[in-house]
Nanobody, 115 residues
Framework: QVHLAESGGGLVQPGGSLRLSCTAAGSIASIYAMGWHRQPPGKQREFVASLTRDIGTMYADSVKDRFTISRDYAKNTVFLSMNSLKPDDTAVYYC?????????WGQGTQVTVSS
């Protein structure tokens, strides 16, 4: 199993930037992929970005060229750098880690983009 702890959410104005962090503890060596999903108000959870050892990075079309996912393997931490934020990016952002096809989720962190 793996435990995930997220941080970095908050309130930002349109056009601003935020960086989310997610630190994993537990069966770190078994993690195949890490990434982020988000759940906008009143909507279903949706894929944002992922990073795997063999495939590399993948992004949802809605965040491509604005968001960057990266991982610090030494610190067992995955980051989501978000630039040019829009009100539509408002959501609870969830970190996940995949081990043998089983997803583990963090508790979520709120990102609000508003003037």
């Amino acid at each position: 199993q793996v435990h995930l702890a997220e941080s970095g959410g908050g309130l930002v104005q349109p056009g601003g930037s935020l960086r989310l962090s997610c630190t994993a503890a537990g069966s770190i060596a078994s993690i195949y992929a890490m990434g982020w999903h988000r759940q906008p108000p009143g909507k279903q959870r949706e894929f944002v970005a992922s990073l795997t050892r063999d495939i590399g990075t993948m992004y949802a079309d809605s965040v491509k060229d604005r968001f960057t996912i990266s991982r610090d393997y030494a610190k067992n931490t995955v980051f989501l750098s978000m630039n040019s934020l829009k009100p539509d990016d408002t959501a609870v952002y969830y970190c996940y880690a995949s081990i043998l096809g089983v997803p583990y989720w963090g508790q979520g962190t709120q990102v609000t983009v508003s003037s």
